[in-house]
């Protein structure tokens, strides 16, 4: 196959809790960090400040309420993270199946044996390549992951320049 735009590929597209974990790390990374930094922040603020308070004021009704603040900085923090491992335990069978994943010139095709949706190019913002393969972008938080699993080396060499040609790679 050449590095022109012309692309037709197919991939499996296997279920793997694991990726799809880290692919959703990846795609939430800035709510996570500026969650897991206030949750930080409150219990640090918290906890620094009923001692303080404990030091120069013995008890207080201000020692609760800082401690409420650390409490739920730190259960902030903590229910973030769970948000993402709950959530997907929680999908649908039909989304915890195999698939198989076509790129074409024109569309992304995904394929499960319940489900099939297809994606313009058009509507793809942005792609970022992963160590796993690709995350391409249609909105905000909505991803396609194509794995580098599957792709031979000149697979990944096409996919990558059609991606750099469209404009979706830096």
Known sequence: MSHTSQLDLRVAQPFDRDRVLA???????????????????????????????????????????????????????????????????DLPAVCREDGVLTLTEDRIIQEFPQLRSELAWSAVVRAVETPAGWLLYYGRWHTVSVPRAGLTDEQIDQLRAFLTARGHLG
């Open 23 to 89: 692919n959703l790390r990846l795609v939430h990374a800035p709510r996570l960090h500026k969650n897991r930094s206030f949750g930080i922040a409150a219990g640090l603020v918290g906890v620094g400040g009923a001692v303080l308070l404990l030091v120069y004021d013995r008890m207080s009704v201000y020692v609760v309420l800082l401690l409420m603040l650390a409490a739920s900085g730190w259960y902030l923090r903590w229910a973030t993270e769970r948000w993402f491992t709950t959530g997907i335990d």
